[in-house]
């Protein structure tokens, strides 16, 4: 059988976050193509963290800067490596190199996190995000595990063309692979609520990512006063993930804005309300909210970086606006507007079924997988840029890496 390492930045839990959920279609992924999974992982695990052994997987606690890992890796001897996030690569790669040179390293992006920083960083100074923002020491760094790596993974086919356009990767690197949904079919349409059984907003996202922390404040102060005008019986529920005090303490009864914490099942909560508003300011990828919304028949008010990476050409299931006023007025009429609110989720099914449905997808990612394998040399070669910045910033990793493990070794014996 062949064999399949994880390298996890966390353990993954898909009921706190989309990158949880999107973890475990990878795994499902590989498994149906007979891989042994190893998941291996250095952070600690919560009472949310999935089973793993329940599908299968095996589980081993890993040490960050600790040669363990080299004993660990050589003992396995995997013939995939997967990195989940570019931080990952960098405190792992070089001994995955040093270790297993013919293994095959794919990074798993989830989204480019220098695009959302790079739009985070615009919002906080208050001015129009442009492109040389992305030029960034964040872009350096995970675009030089992009480099170092023989396939990447990206969520978005706007990240895809990014990359090659204005940083020039080669295409052969990279690999678009979305999320991979079951297609919604008549059935589940069937078990829908209706328009007139639903009441209320609705907001869902994990409050540790700070574009939905962000969203809920844009609700709080900009958004939600307005609608309540509008709609005097109409109430926002805050959905997520992890809820700090500072989130709890917006609670509001007065102003019918309530924060409900972590929802035990998404798509079950979300299938009871009828418009999902999302004023997303700044992000990247692919957003598991509006996911969720496709497959409950949940349409939803957002912004054009809301949908940007998820409609490739199709019409949106739910309506796009990036000024308030504009937002507050869409969202009344989603919400008031039967005929408006059953096209715009018509919309979703054709959305999800065409842009995610897993069987679209996943028989040429295989096959892309297996070409890379077999002439993972030639591939390497035409990367050759690749191999300079893996031998030069290697070394240095390694070197810093050895550095705090001899430190974390002399802090034991002292």
């Keep these: 059988m062949k064999k399949m390492l994880i390298i996890g930045l966390v353990w993954p839990e898909p009921s706190s976050s989309a990158a949880g959920t999107r973890m475990i279609q990878l795994i499902n992924l590989f498994k149906e193509q007979d891989y042994a999974i190893t998941f291996a992982c250095a952070a ?63 990074l798993d992006t989830e989204d480019l996190h220098f695009l959302r920083y790079a739009r985070q960083e615009a919002i906080k100074k208050g001015v129009e995000f442009n492109q040389q923002m992305l030029f960034s020491d964040y872009a350096k760094r995970e675009i030089a595990s992009i480099l170092r790596s023989d396939i990447t993974l990206l969520i978005s086919k706007e990240e895809k063309d990014l990359l090659i356009q204005q940083f020039n990767i080669n295409p052969s690197l990279l690999y678009y692979l979305p999320f991979l949904e079951k297609e919604i079919d008549l059935q589940q349409i069937e078990t829908w609520k209706p328009f007139e059984e639903r009441a209320h907003f609705m907001f869902i996202g994990n409050f540790i990512h700070e574009p939905n922390w962000n969203c809920v404040q844009v609700l709080k102060t900009r958004i939600w006063p307005l609608i309540r005008k509008e709609l005097p019986k109409a109430e926002l529920h805050i959905y997520g993930a992890y809820p700090t005090q500072k989130v709890m303490q917006l609670n ?31 992000g990247a990828g692919v957003k598991g909210k509006f996911v969720d919304a496709m497959l409950t028949g949940t349409p939803n008010v957002t912004t054009k970086v809301g949908a940007e990476a998820m409609q490739n ?76 910045l893996q031998h030069h910033t290697n070394q240095s990793t390694k070197y810093m890496s050895l550095w705090i493990e001899q430190k974390n070794k002399n802090l034991t014996i002292s």
């Design 313 to 388: 050409g199709l019409d949106w299931n739910g309506l796009i606006s990036d000024s308030d006023e504009d937002f507050v007025a869409k969202a009344i009429t989603l919400y008031k507007n039967q005929s408006v609110w059953e096209f715009c989720q018509h919309n979703g099914v054709e959305l999800l079924n065409k842009n995610y449905g897993k069987v679209n997808f996943t028989r040429d990612f295989i096959e892309f997988l297996e070409a890379i394998k077999k002439y993972l040399d030639l591939h390497r070669q035409q990367n050759f840029y690749g191999q300079i």
């Design 44 to 106: 600690t695990k919560s009472e949310f963290s999935f089973p793993l052994l329940d599908i299968g997987i095996n589980e081993v606690h890993i040490q960050l800067n600790d040669e363990s890992f080299n004993t660990f890796i050589q003992e396995l001897n995997p013939e995939v490596v997967m990195f989940d996030r570019y931080m990952i690569e960098e405190q792992y790669g070089w001994r995955v190199s040093m270790e297993c040179p013919y293994a095959l390293k794919i």
């Design 252 to 282: 509001n009864p007065k102003e019918r804005f309530y924060i409900k914490g972590r929802a035990e099942d998404a798509q079950e909560t979300m299938a009871n309300y009828r418009v999902l508003l999302a004023p997303i300011q700044f």
